[in-house]
């Protein structure tokens, strides 16, 4: 009984990993397909944040744009870097953790430096 609670918990976490193994395999073929597509629908919704940005000086979905391509820019770099199976890794929490914290202060900072947030 002691083997099976372990044992259990380390097939789930393999399972896990071969999940997210299935699902980078098969979504990355499809992505670099319509790679053109998809950086143009991103630089799109960039651009435009950016225009409202600095128009009406209301920086919200600037903010929000600016932190969702650094967050998930960066998991998909490091997905690149060590596998998919890193992201079913219980350390991976931390760092995703940490991310979220590194990707606020940079878009804070970006922000700050445009003028469109004051510093506090």
């Not at 259990?8 to 979504?27: F, K, P, V």
């Not at 600016?66 to 890193?86: D, R």
């Not at 991310?99 to 506090?120: A, D, E, N, S």
Request: proline share 2%; aromatic share 18%; hydrophobic share 55%.
């Amino acid at each position: 009984m002691k083997q099976l609670i372990p044992q259990l918990y380390q097939a789930i976490g393999e399972a896990t990993a071969h999940g997210y193994r299935i699902i980078w395999d098969a979504a990355w073929p499809i992505a670099l397909q319509h790679l053109q597509a998809i950086s143009g629908v991103l630089v799109l919704i960039l651009v435009l944040s950016a225009i409202e940005a600095f128009t009406t000086r209301r920086w919200g979905w600037f903010g929000s744009v600016l932190y969702n391509y650094l967050y998930f820019g960066t998991l998909i770099l490091v997905g690149f870097a060590f596998g998919p199976e890193i992201f079913a890794n219980d350390y991976f929490k931390i760092f995703l953790a940490m991310l979220y914290i590194v990707c606020f202060l940079l878009v804070r900072v970006v922000l700050v430096k445009t003028g469109l947030k004051r510093k506090f």
